[in-house]
Nanobody, 125 residues
Framework: QLQASGGGLVQAGGSLRLSCAAS????????VGWFRQAPGKEREFVAA?????????KYSDSVKGRFTISRDNAKNTVSLQMNSLKPEDTAVYYC???????????????????WGEGTLVTVSS
């Protein structure tokens, strides 16, 4: 089971740090992706990181240079540091995990079997 946390209300230009925690399974071997869904829009890819033993990180063009994904295997968590937030970053953010996502498909939501409940990020202008 995955649980995303850390959302909230922040002004444009501010920062938030989201966390995805896993329970009931060893997280280190899982690829983990962050996706978001804004009101009235489709879910979109944000960032992803491969599991232990592989080293690949992918970002969407819209967040590259502003967001950083990282993992702490000792704590069984994956974090998403979001800086220079913009109103268009407002969305519900979801984390997803799977052991079998290949690097080329990290941005593809249907490759992930495990999803957490989302956390709302609201960026005011």
């Amino acid at each position: 089971q995955l649980q995303a946390s850390g959302g909230g209300l922040v002004q444009a230009g501010g920062s938030l740090r989201l966390s995805c925690a896993a329970s009931g399974r060893t997280f280190s071997s899982y690829a983990v992706g962050w996706f978001r869904q804004a009101p009235g829009k489709e879910r979109e890819f944000v960032a992803a990181i491969t599991g232990l033993g592989r080293s690949a990180i992918k970002y969407s063009d819209s967040v590259k240079g502003r967001f950083t994904i990282s993992r702490d295997n000792a704590k069984n968590t994956v974090s998403l540091q979001m800086n220079s937030l913009k109103p268009e970053d407002t969305a519900v953010y979801y984390c997803a995990g799977d052991r079998n996502v290949i690097v080329g498909l990290l941005a593809t939501a249907n490759q992930y079997d495990y999803w957490g409940e989302g956390t709302l990020v609201t960026v005011s202008s």
